[in-house]
């Protein structure tokens, strides 16, 4: 095909507009190139639509699970450990993502599973308070075993001593959640006025006993 000869003309006397041109095309169709051979190469890097359905491992021991998991392809993460006595030590619990989600092959799975020791509360200042009081500062710590033994002392209802296993507990001490803790909780004493009036009338009983001799 030929060009016209105004158009022939006009690129002889601009050769350097033409050359610009050229470059520019040039560098169009290098970059699409480019573009294209980095897709194809980023798909083969991510496995582009190749996924791994992840397994039940739930209620499984700890080492079961990861065998498991990594036999598949995962990468295992210990996320938490809780205390639970209703599973043996070392069970997961949870696991995330959950079973049956599809994800790429080599994702982490964070597993939970129950503690192999009771977890450790710090015991705070519960001397001086009602026995109300100190048993809901324990069982939000999340003790249950809480023992109260009645004790003289006029002041009823009062904590006036702490203790497990028979040793006292002192405000920071560190304990297992499930231990039993024992509150000596004040009885009360009858009032002052009731035990002076008892003795009054005591007193003043009258012995009418000769009057019938």
């Given at each position: 095909?030929?060009f016209?000869?105004s158009?022939?003309?006009?690129?002889?006397r601009?050769?350097f507009?033409?050359?610009?041109?050229?470059n520019?095309?040039?560098?169009?169709v290098?970059?699409?190139?480019?573009?294209?051979?980095?897709l194809i190469w980023?798909?083969s890097?991510?496995?582009?639509?190749?996924?791994?359905?992840?397994?039940?491992?739930?209620g499984?021991?700890?080492?079961?699970?990861?065998?498991?998991?990594e036999?598949?392809?995962?990468?295992?993460?210990?996320?938490?450990?809780v205390?639970d006595?209703k599973?043996?030590?070392?069970?997961?619990?949870?696991?995330?993502?959950?079973?049956?989600?599809?994800v790429k092959d080599?994702r982490?799975?964070?597993?939970?599973?129950t503690?192999?020791?009771?977890k450790?509360v710090v015991v705070?200042?519960?001397?001086?308070?009602s026995?109300?009081?100190?048993?809901?500062?324990?069982?939000?710590?999340g003790?249950?075993?809480?023992?109260?033994?009645?004790?003289p002392?006029?002041y009823?209802?009062?904590?006036l001593?702490v203790?497990?296993?028979g040793?006292p507990?002192i405000?920071g001490?560190?304990?297992?959640?499930?231990?039993?803790v024992t509150?000596?909780?004040?009885?009360?004493?009858?009032?002052?006025?009731?035990?002076e009036?008892?003795?009054?009338s005591?007193?003043?009983?009258?012995?009418?006993?000769?009057?019938?001799?």
């Amino acid at each position: 095909m030929e060009f016209p000869e105004s158009i022939a003309n006009f690129w002889q006397r601009h050769p350097f507009l033409r050359a610009l041109l050229m470059n520019i095309g040039l560098i169009i169709v290098v970059t699409i190139v480019i573009l294209w051979i980095a897709l194809i190469w980023l798909d083969s890097w991510t496995n582009h639509g190749e996924y791994e359905t992840v397994p039940q491992v739930k209620g499984l021991s700890y080492d079961v699970a990861v065998g498991q998991l990594e036999s598949a392809g995962f990468v295992v993460e210990l996320a938490d450990s809780v205390y639970d006595v209703k599973n043996r030590p070392g069970t997961v619990v949870d696991q995330n993502p959950k079973e049956g989600t599809k994800v790429k092959d080599g994702r982490e799975v964070y597993l939970t599973i129950t503690a192999f020791e009771p977890k450790q509360v710090v015991v705070p200042m519960l001397t001086d308070v009602s026995e109300r009081q100190a048993r809901s500062v324990l069982e939000a710590l999340g003790i249950k075993n809480i023992r109260v033994v009645k004790v003289p002392s006029e002041y009823k209802d009062l904590v006036l001593r702490v203790s497990r296993e028979g040793v006292p507990l002192i405000p920071g001490a560190r304990i297992p959640v499930n231990s039993t803790v024992t509150l000596d909780v004040g009885e009360g004493y009858a009032s002052v006025d009731t035990v002076e009036v008892e003795k009054t009338s005591a007193s003043e009983e009258v012995d009418y006993s000769h009057y019938f001799d």
